[in-house]
């Protein structure tokens, strides 16, 4: 049933990828939403001293959004794939997502002179850009 995955390497890193994707933007960005205020006040004190402190609610707003949006299109595109076995398109809207988000979470870091945690998130962001590539 399921022996395409094993003859075609890509797809199957891509599949595994988009399951990575989907588990850590999902879990991320509805533990935002479910712990909002929470998140908020950590957000606040972390960019306390830098020039994002007073947009830390709308930025935290437009995070929550993507890496839902990220992981939903990672789940999605997995599943679909697995059925279709050639529609990448959605999958690969959630590795541009995953990686447009972790960019933006890289900034954030740097801007507050988290380098230990933008350090974390190079990792991430090398599986995004080698998802991507495997889609392409």
Do not use: C
Not at 29 to 46: A, P, Y
């Amino acid at each position: 049933m399921l022996d395409f995955l094993f003859s075609d390497p890509k797809l199957l890193i891509s599949l595994l990828a988009g399951i990575f994707f989907a588990i850590l933007f999902l879990q991320s960005g509805l533990d935002k939403v479910f712990q909002w205020q929470g998140n908020l006040s950590w957000l606040e004190g972390h960019f306390s001293k830098t020039f994002l402190r007073s947009f830390v609610p709308l930025l935290l707003g437009i995070i929550t959004l993507i890496e839902i949006a990220a992981g939903g299109f990672s789940a999605i595109g997995t599943v679909l794939v697995l059925v279709e076995k050639s529609n990448l398109w959605l999958l690969q809207m959630g590795f541009f997502l995953s990686a447009l988000s972790l960019l933006m979470l890289f900034f954030g870091q740097r801007v507050a002179q988290d380098y230990a945690g933008a350090a974390t998130l190079t990792t991430y962001f090398l599986i995004a850009l080698f998802a991507i590539f495997m889609t392409v």
